[in-house]
């Protein structure tokens, strides 16, 4: 037995050994041979916008350039693009783009800031063409911007609106003994509930139906003025599904050619005046915008403007680039505050809420910021609940028209596992010196008093919600209280309701910050620089996200975003200010 243990330490031991070499050779070479090579840009080349891996607004920095080199993340983000495409339209060497089979992750407020870029460059007098084998509607959206869209003959075109489904679980728990504990404040605050009942409510269907309407209205509105084909015929086209086949599509005039991408690389070639039998110069936009990165001129002003970046659900901790943490996020505002050069800051939201402890805390540290610089808000595709929680103070706040925000409520989820616990035969009894001794328990039901407790303090932490949001916006408790109760509003809704000051993406949130801070020169700065040691990257190796990856191969994306919903749900204790629901624009 000792021989046997000694042979499995010896290749449990060579094993490692072989590992830690294979790893320190690929981070030598990260390091050494990554970014030896400078990208250049041939001339009459063209932009291939190809946004399949990228999915935040900000890529992400640490504060350890060690950490930097390691880290298995997304090297640019939309903010990096839209600067590329910005720098494009002076660029004598770029003479258009092309959007060439293009699917991403980005969500629909992110595709209307990236539309707005294409628009602008299209002025600059270069082309932008479309080609896809189908289009998704989303996709559509954003290829819509183009000079000529390019179509395959046996592909598709998906133009039918916009709709929202959720799933409701009362039956559920009934039969299974697990039963969701609930306590919220607002009749509109439905993130909890698929665990109330078996059906929408009248409040959840008359917000969700005004949300997408006025979401669909921004969406179609952008598209008539491109394609030049008016709304009322887009919702006729829509309601008939009249664009569905290729040339339905092309009779529509939602597309302009019908060909195979052979006859549209020879369209670019055409364009670029470069011989058919010839190959046309392209660059990736993930290239181009490493190099406007590592290039871009440098101006003399020493003025700044921080850009802060709240993307993804809120959270206790430090965040990264995919959650939003105080730790992180009031480092980057005290930081912020005290650096002389930096005037005012723009906050960029994108964030459905989440921790309403956290939201305080980070909502703090933003009025102690505003008393000594402007604070700028800028929101993506959502700033919901604990979103807007964080945006409520600032000096001025812009959304894009389809921006999801408002939510203005807070709810509390418990599990209670004592129907299924007695179904299998469990039983608990609990012994305790005092009325209220004893902790909430999942296996004991929940009873009146522990009840009203908790509806105190969600109760509390929704007039402290409601007070900030008064506050802040210069409104009354009442006239606040009365298009909050966690209903959701789209931006071009917001802004007539008094939750959002102007219309616009980031560009123009940042000249209202120069605007207040009186200055006209200024660089940018982008935060936050995550705190992450070597234990943090190696979760993110291909290696650890392979549960992840072999669950989500053997369910299928839609089952698993399923189960992940139910698990979310389900691991959401305590009170949150949360958004009500998803929703996923195709």
Known sequence: MRFLGNVLATIVGLFV??????????????????????????????IELNLEHIKNDYAGKYKDPWMTILADGEKVGLSDIINAIEEAKTDDDIKGISILNDNSELGIAQYKALRDALQSFKKSGKFVMAYANSYSQKEYYLNSVANTIYINPVGDLDFKGLSAEMMFFKDFQDKTGVKMEVIRHGKYKSAVEPFLDNKMSDANREQISALLNSVWSSVIADISISRNVSVAKLNEIANGLLARTPEMAKAQKLVDVVAYEDVYHSAVKKALKVDNDEDYNKISILDYARKVATTSESFDSKDKIAIIYAQGEIMSGEGDVNTIGEGSMRRSLVEARKNKNIKAIVLRIDSPGGNALTSDLIWREIE???????????????????????????????AESNTITGSIGVFGILPNFTQLATKIGIHTEQVKTNDNAAEYSPFVPMDEKFKAVTLEGVEHIYKTFVSHVAEGRKMSFAQVDSIAQGRVWSGSQAIKIGLVDKIGGLDAALKEAASLAKIKDYKTQNFPEFEKDINDILENLPFAKSKESFIKEELGEETYRLMEQIKRMQSQKGVHAMMPFQITIQ
């Open 17 to 46: 050994f072989f590992m830690l070499s294979f790893f320190g050779i690929v981070i030598l070479a990260m390091i050494f041979g990554g970014e030896s090579e400078e990208i250049a840009v041939k001339n009459n080349s063209v």
């Open 368 to 398: 102690l910021t505003k008393k000594v610089k402007p604070v700028v808000v800028s929101m993506g595709n959502y700033a919901a609940s604990g979103g807007y929680y964080i945006a409520c103070n600032a000096n001025k706040i812009f």
